[in-house]
């Protein structure tokens, strides 16, 4: 069955007279029990943060969109990669993070987890198979973004799993941009999949949450009983909010990825622009990769302006009329951002020019070039 088909039907209620189309929201911190031994030895749920109806038909939902064996709903996509971190690592490991890593997950491993003895080496995202030699004895984690957020390298995940196996190192997928719906990193072999849910399945840019999804039953278990001790939980109003944005992902996340590639396209022909950043383009540096791991593209991609000045930049961003000025992407509305400020890395990725992200919604893509056309055609 196809993943339109599937996200069509999953986690719904059997059908009796008048049932409702999703799983109702059941709110509840207290639970109640009928008798007082129940309260420490039902071998069920004793309290709100333990999940509903409705969190467990959206953990069937990722766990089937991911081929996974469990998954952990969390407050937002940061949250379940600093889960995923915390449940494989431990003071006196070294752990191994794409220097392409979304930001605030630097943020996290610089400022919260060297506070507990765990060393954290960036490593370049088109390392390959060389990430061999950056192994050592107490290495338990490897974190890879694919492609890399701002920059959209795509790393050979294929060659990296293999190499992590033969050490035990536990890899964790941050798989985003695709939705889950053009790469399967669980399927090539991963421990883990992270998705920010606020992206593609909230798809309105009005919800944050996040979500883990783990290859194993043991690491699943393991990533639950972190997050639950850290006190991660999800209110059954935001897991039936993206519960609901299942059921029509597939349709959005292919007609945003189709607009963007056209976009794309069409920019990286445009002479204020030295060359698009996006992975189905033949331009792209690791193309190949893409080619040979992917099944489609997203609707984020990046540009490379021409040399210019700070300010024809942040100028040109503001003559855009449909592309809002704000973070994230996935959502129906396209967005645009200036990447310099936040392009932190240790390994310089070189671009010729400053780096603009582009993420397409459901505008039509004749009117988001002609956007475009008008504001770049006005750079000096
Ligand atoms: C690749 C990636 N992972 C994680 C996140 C964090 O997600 P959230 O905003 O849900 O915390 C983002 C947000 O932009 C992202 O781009």
Same mark, same amino acid.
Not at 2 to 25: M, Q, W, Y
Not at 171 to 180: H, K, Q
Not at 183 to 201: C, E, N, Q, R, W
């Given at each position: 069955?196809?993943?339109? *088909?599937?996200?069509?039907?999953?986690? &719904?209620?059997?059908?009796?007279?008048?049932?409702?189309?999703?799983?109702?929201?059941?709110?509840?911190?207290?639970?109640?029990?009928?008798?007082?031994?129940? #309260?420490?030895?039902?071998?069920?749920?004793?309290?709100?943060?333990?999940?509903?109806?409705?969190?467990?038909?959206?953990?069937?939902?990722? !766990?089937?969109?991911?081929?996974?064996?469990?998954?952990?709903?969390?407050?937002?996509?940061?949250?379940?990669?600093?889960?995923?971190?915390?449940? /494989?690592?431990?003071?006196?490991?070294?752990? #191994?993070?794409?220097?392409?890593?979304?930001?605030?997950?630097?943020?996290?491993?610089?400022?919260?987890?060297?506070?507990?003895?765990?060393?954290?080496?960036?490593?370049?995202? /088109?390392?390959?198979?060389?990430?061999?030699?950056?192994?050592?004895?107490?290495?338990?984690?490897?974190?890879?973004?694919?492609?890399?957020?701002?920059?959209?390298?795509?790393?050979?995940?294929?060659?990296?799993?293999?190499?992590?196996?033969?050490? $035990?190192?536990?890899?964790?997928?941050? /798989?985003?941009?695709?939705?889950?719906?053009?790469?399967?990193?669980?399927?090539?072999?991963?421990?883990?999949?992270?998705?920010?849910?606020?992206?593609?399945?909230?798809?309105?840019?009005?919800?944050?949450?996040?979500?883990?999804?783990?290859?194993?039953?043991?690491?699943?278990? $393991?990533?639950?009983?972190?997050?639950?001790?850290?006190?991660?939980?999800?209110?059954?109003?935001?897991?039936?909010?993206?519960?609901?944005?299942?059921?029509?992902?597939?349709?959005?996340?292919?007609?945003?990825?189709?607009?963007?590639?056209?976009?794309?396209?069409?920019?990286?022909?445009?002479?204020?622009?030295? &060359?698009?950043?996006?992975?189905?383009?033949? =331009?792209?540096? $690791?193309?190949?990769?893409?080619?040979?791991?992917?099944?489609?593209? =997203?609707?984020?991609?990046?540009?490379?302006?021409?040399?210019?000045?700070? *300010?024809?930049?942040?100028?040109?961003?503001?003559?855009?009329?449909?592309?809002?000025?704000?973070?994230?992407?996935?959502?129906?509305?396209?967005?645009?951002?200036? !990447?310099?400020?936040? #392009?932190?890395?240790?390994?310089?990725?070189?671009?010729?020019?400053?780096?603009?992200?582009?993420?397409?919604?459901?505008?039509?893509?004749?009117?988001?070039?002609?956007?475009?056309? &008008?504001?770049?055609?006005?750079?000096?």
């Amino acid at each position: 069955m196809k993943d339109a *088909t599937k996200f069509t039907h999953i986690g &719904r209620p059997k059908v009796e007279t008048g049932t409702s189309v999703n799983p109702p929201i059941i709110r509840a911190s207290t639970l109640l029990f009928d008798k007082a031994d129940d #309260l420490y030895n039902g071998g069920h749920r004793i309290y709100g943060r333990h999940g509903s109806p409705v969190h467990d038909a959206l953990s069937e939902a990722f !766990c089937t969109l991911e081929n996974g064996a469990g998954a952990t709903l969390v407050p937002c996509g940061l949250a379940a990669n600093t889960a995923s971190i915390l449940a /494989n690592v431990k003071a006196g490991d070294h752990i #191994l993070v794409t220097d392409s890593t979304y930001g605030p997950v630097r943020h996290f491993c610089n400022t919260q987890l060297s506070k507990f003895g765990v060393e954290i080496e960036y490593y370049p995202p /088109n390392i390959g198979a060389g990430i061999e030699a950056l192994i050592r004895d107490n290495t338990s984690c490897i974190l890879l973004e694919s492609p890399g957020s701002l920059s959209m390298e795509i790393q050979d995940l294929p060659a990296i799993i293999k190499i992590a196996k033969t050490h $035990n190192i536990v890899t964790i997928v941050d /798989n985003t941009w695709s939705a889950g719906l053009v790469y399967a990193p669980l399927d090539m072999g991963a421990d883990i999949a992270v998705h920010s849910a606020t992206k593609f399945f909230s798809g309105h840019g009005d919800i944050l949450f996040g979500a883990v999804v783990s290859r194993t039953k043991p690491m699943a278990k $393991n990533v639950a009983a972190t997050a639950v001790a850290f006190g991660n939980s999800t209110s059954p109003d935001d897991t039936y909010q993206i519960l609901r944005g299942f059921r029509t992902v597939v349709t959005r996340f292919a007609q945003q990825s189709k607009s963007a590639l056209q976009l794309a396209t069409w920019l990286e022909s445009h002479d204020k622009v030295a &060359r698009a950043v996006h992975p189905a383009l033949k =331009s792209h540096p $690791n193309h190949d990769l893409w080619q040979r791991d992917f099944t489609g593209s =997203s609707c984020l991609f990046s540009i490379v302006l021409k040399p210019c000045a700070q *300010t024809e930049v942040l100028a040109l961003l503001d003559r855009l009329k449909l592309f809002a000025k704000g973070f994230s992407f996935g959502g129906f509305e396209s967005l645009v951002i200036h !990447c310099d400020p936040q #392009l932190t890395r240790n390994h310089d990725p070189k671009f010729e020019g400053p780096l603009v992200r582009i993420s397409c919604g459901l505008e039509d893509i004749e009117d988001m070039k002609a956007d475009w056309a &008008r504001s770049l055609d006005q750079i000096s």
